[in-house]
């Protein structure tokens, strides 16, 4: 419920946001400190949605200064602040609120994608084609034709597409294109050629090669850590092809309001360190970037992280562009704003691919397997490692994990884990966490972990999953309603480019309306309030990230990461949510993104 917040209760909250002001005030009279400079700039004149608090709360006015948010309460006591050099800021009735925080996206291996063909979209097979030949027209010989976005099931032809459909492209240029989960994909007889695979190629653990119908010979088609060994041997991208390729992830992460990104999967693309590298040392970002090591390359990456952070404690370092940047928080986890949190496992696939306890009631396109169930990707024994080494260690554990098998798994991992060690601060992450069963929810609150919801699926594909599973697995799909009730911190994300929508307002608008393509409501009792989904991807993302205290709030003393929009996304009709138009985006008191202006 929306309530208008009350006289009173503005002006304790005004009174509590700028005590700390008038704390360091008196401080500096009495000698111990210099004096507060007024604030850089003042924001009224909108709704200001601190998002502190189980409902909705306002300030009539918000001070920043120095990247931190200074004051917030009602504007006549923020404006006793101001400074000739303060500047004022109408929102003219927008709604000022903590920027976005994605819970699970690929900003890295976007720096990939977003240099291929978009697939996104594609009705059909020949339209897929056409998109790939005038992206090859654009890619220079001796490169690669990378493709991503397909998604078979919304295809005319409802599969992938073959080899030798390909071919039709080119018969000599290797062309490789992902699906839109990024755990498919499909290869030309050339890239096949390259890559040396045939028919006695034996399909990996977790991973599998199509075959062609009454053959061992390759279709084309590769599933998950098949198709990840294939994904390894793309070229590395030059310096060059790095900086267009952030420049366009950033642009796209910033214009849908978010001011931290992830990475949960660093090392799904062979020259991922390099990548990473190249962003520290040019400083590439403006937003923050949080990094989980995808684990099978865990070691190496950490090896990398610690090498760079002693590289910037030399004696002869260039302390302009070497040392860590200055951050308003003073968060030395991060250097030059990217942060490597921990370690990522894929304990199942896509959606086709899902890990189950039962079989699918009807199989993926695709799948001839009798009582499928879908598959494991990462092996167990190399997660409870994992969990030995790091648990209390500092650094988070995160799992994909689908089907509510795959969720099974993480959950025994850590129940074993704890009555060895005893339990933890380490918030362990279920990442898309699309089948859990009632049961598995509350084991969830007793781990201290949390739910990640892919949610931006559930228009485009929510038909399609009930087909999948039935009318009984279906209540479980996506279930943050039930995380709300039993007081489990849960959260909203991306999964860009994997997902169907970098926009984490759409996200929002799934999980307040959960409607299908059918116009079906998908499992109503599942639905959430719109504050409770921008919680999820405001102050709740921020405690799954351990930096509550810095991020996810409008509150005095924490970063000024803002986010402008034109309505208030708890006030307009829920199925409006998703047609908010994100007007700038702030970082640490700086604008990184302006609707309109030229980047």
Request: glycine share 8%; net charge neutral.
């Amino acid at each position: 419920m929306n309530l208008p917040i009350k006289p009173d209760t503005a002006a304790r909250i005004s009174r509590y946001a700028l005590s700390a002001i008038a704390l360091a005030v008196l401080t500096a009279c009495a000698g111990n400190a210099p004096s507060v400079s007024a604030p850089d700039a003042i924001y009224s004149g909108g709704d200001i949605l601190t998002m502190a608090g189980a409902t909705p709360q306002y300030a009539e006015a918000l001070a920043i200064g120095n990247g931190r948010i200074l004051a917030v309460g009602s504007r006549a006591e923020v404006m006793k602040l101001a400074g000739p050099n303060t500047k004022q800021f109408n929102l003219q009735g927008q709604t000022l609120m903590p920027g976005f925080i994605d819970a699970h996206g690929h900003l890295v291996y976007a720096t990939h994608s977003m240099l291929d063909a978009d697939l996104a979209g594609v009705k059909n097979i020949p339209e897929l084609l056409e998109r790939l030949k005038k992206h090859a027209a654009e890619t220079p010989v001796g490169q690669r034709i990378v493709g991503m976005g397909y998604r078979p099931e919304q295809m005319a032809e409802n599969r992938h597409p073959t080899a030798a459909e390909l071919d039709a492209v080119s018969t000599t240029r290797p062309i490789g294109i992902s699906d839109g989960s990024g755990h498919h994909g499909v290869m030309n007889t050339a890239l096949i050629n390259e890559l040396k695979l045939g028919a006695n190629t034996p399909d990996p653990e977790g991973g599998f090669y199509a075959r062609k119908p009454g053959s061992k010979e390759l279709a084309g088609h590769a599933a998950e850590s098949a198709w990840m060994s294939v994904l390894a041997t793309r070229a590395p991208l030059t310096a060059e092809q790095t900086r267009t390729g952030v420049g366009r992830a950033v642009a796209l992460w910033t214009e849908n309001g978010m001011t931290t990104a992830a990475e949960l999967g660093l090392g799904l693309s062979g020259d991922d360190i390099p990548i990473a590298q190249t962003i520290i040392n040019e400083q590439l970002l403006p937003i923050d970037l949080v990094v989980f090591a995808k684990a099978a390359s865990a070691d190496r990456i950490i090896d990398a992280a610690y090498q760079i952070v002693q590289d910037r404690k030399k004696p002869n370092a260039d302390t302009a562009t070497e040392l860590l940047a200055v951050r308003s928080d003073l968060d030395k986890r991060y250097v030059n704003r990217v942060r490597l949190a921990g370690v990522k496992f894929w304990l199942d696939g896509s959606i086709e691919t899902m890990f189950m306890s039962q079989p699918f009631t009807t199989n993926p396109p695709g799948v001839t397997t009798a009582n499928y169930k879908g598959m494991r990707v990462d092996p167990q024994e190399q997660l409870e490692a994992a969990l030995d080494k790091h648990w209390k260690a500092g650094r988070q554990i995160a799992a994909h994990a689908i089907g509510d098998e795959a969720n099974e798994q993480f959950l025994l991992a850590l129940e074993g884990v704890i009555r060895k060690k005893g339990m933890s601060d380490d918030r362990p992450i279920f990442q898309h966490a699309q089948f859990l069963r009632p049961d598995q929810l509350s084991r969830i609150r007793a781990v201290g972990g949390t739910p990640s919801f892919t949610a931006g699926g559930l228009f485009p594909m929510g038909d399609y999953i009930s087909g999948l599973v039935g009318p009984e697995r279906v209540n479980w799909v996506g279930a943050a309603a039930s995380a709300q009730k039993l007081g489990v911190n849960w959260t909203l994300n991306t999964d860009w480019p994997a997902g169907v929508s970098p926009s984490l307002l759409f996200a929002a608008w799934n999980v307040v309306n959960r409607t299908t393509k059918s116009g079906k409501v998908f499992v109503p009792a599942e639905r959430v309030s719109a504050y409770e989904a921008m919680k999820s991807i405001t102050i709740n993302a921020a405690y799954q990230y351990r930096e509550e205290t810095s991020k996810g709030t409008l509150e005095a003393g924490k970063l000024a990461d803002l986010v402008i929009l034109d309505r208030n996304p708890v006030k307009v009709d829920p199925m409006a949510i998703k047609d908010i138009k994100v007007m700038q985006t702030i970082k640490e008191g700086s604008a990184v993104y302006t609707r309109g202006a030229a980047r």
